[in-house]
């Protein structure tokens, strides 16, 4: 693998923020826009928008790309009534789904109904292989009637071929504030567990654990040393990759303020077992503020032939507002 793919999306005031956006780099650091800037795929299905875009490569080298069913620019001010907890009881049951053999063309939008009536929307997706069982986990986080729709939990199902999918089951509560967006990565035999804790403390936790679904968990205290450093309740969306070099590089998306400065911001470590990400600001460069998404590691070859189809630079400034 020799260069890097970042779907995500841009938190903008109107429809056009909330559809499929990709950006490449060739190291991890300096990051070009796809397509102009432009939407690589559009939601027509569900809310007719997607945000907390994820991907995954399986082992037959197809591509998925799983994303929360909601748009704030269509549905916000009407159907939630302007309130963010209507959408955390009474949003999508329902995760969009896109698949690809090449990252170029990919299928119809489909829409994923894995939570029932109990279930509040499906927030945020991730998606990791499992080694022991050669299957897919996707996990997300809901509010879930067991707890009156209180603090949110992460929730997950199992798929081999992402047609079929086991009823879903509770991964993980935090006993003291609800946890979101969970992402997880395995490094020498353990697996890695990302966080937003939503109070006590309110920013991101890391967890160390022998199994992906597994109830042996531990808090990783040098990234809680590290993340107690920043300023609180500013950060969500974590996705990290592997740099050329070995070492970790943790995306946080930054929300503490509006329109230029918000986005993702770079932590590097030299190691998930070590857990002590420093913020890294300098060494990188970015077209522009990409919101919630996800890292994928791909080839050269593949890099050639997403800039092939949709190009990759700069972009013009009206591109770059985000608002």
């Known amino acids: 693998m020799d260069a890097y ?12 923020g909330e559809q499929v956006y990709f950006a490449l780099s060739r190291d991890g650091f300096h990051w070009e826009a796809a397509n102009g800037g432009q939407p690589i795929l559009e939601s027509t299905l569900g809310e007719r928008g997607v945000r907390d875009h994820t991907i995954v490569r399986t082992d037959e080298g197809k591509f998925y790309l799983l994303a929360t069913d909601l748009s704030l620019a ?9 309130d963010w907890a209507n959408i955390g009881t009474g949003g999508s ?3 969009s789904l896109w698949e690809s053999d090449d990252l170029v063309n990919w299928s119809a939008q489909r829409l994923i109904e894995l939570g029932d009536e109990n279930f509040g929307c499906l927030w945020a997706p991730d998606i ?17 009637a067991s707890n009156g729709y209180g603090p949110k939990a992460i929730y997950y199902s199992r798929t081999r071929d992402f047609e079929r999918f086991t009823a879903p089951e509770l991964l993980c509560r935090k006993s003291d504030s609800g946890i979101i967006d969970s992402a997880i990565y395995e490094e020498d035999g353990f697996f890695y567990r990302f966080l937003k804790s939503e109070a006590n403390p309110e920013t991101l936790i890391l967890e160390k654990g022998s199994s992906i679904t597994g109830d042996d968990y531990v808090r990783v205290p040098a990234f809680d040393e590290e ?15 592997r740099l050329p070099d070995g070492r970790w590089c943790l995306m946080l998306d930054f929300y503490g303020v509006q329109g230029e400065g918000q986005g993702y911001v770079p932590f590097i470590a030299d190691s998930l077992a070590e857990g002590r990400f420093i913020r890294s600001d300098t060494s990188f460069g970015f077209p522009y503020g990409f919101k919630h998404g996800t890292v994928l590691r791909i080839t050269e070859k593949e890099y050639g032939r997403i800039e092939a189809r949709y190009g990759a630079g700069s972009i013009p400034a009206a591109a770059n507002e985000n608002v």
Not at 128 to 144: F, M
């Open 5 to 16: 793919l970042f779907v995500h999306f841009k938190e903008k005031t109107t429809p056009d």
């Open 74 to 82: 269509n549905s916000f001010r009407g159907k939630y009534k302007g």
């Open 93 to 95: 049951k329902c995760l």
């Open 128 to 144: 990791i292989r499992d080694p022991g069982e050669g299957d897919y986990v996707v996990h997300w986080s809901s509010s879930h």
């Open 227 to 241: 993340m107690a450093k920043l300023q609180q309740g500013v950060y969500e969306a974590p996705t990290a990759f």
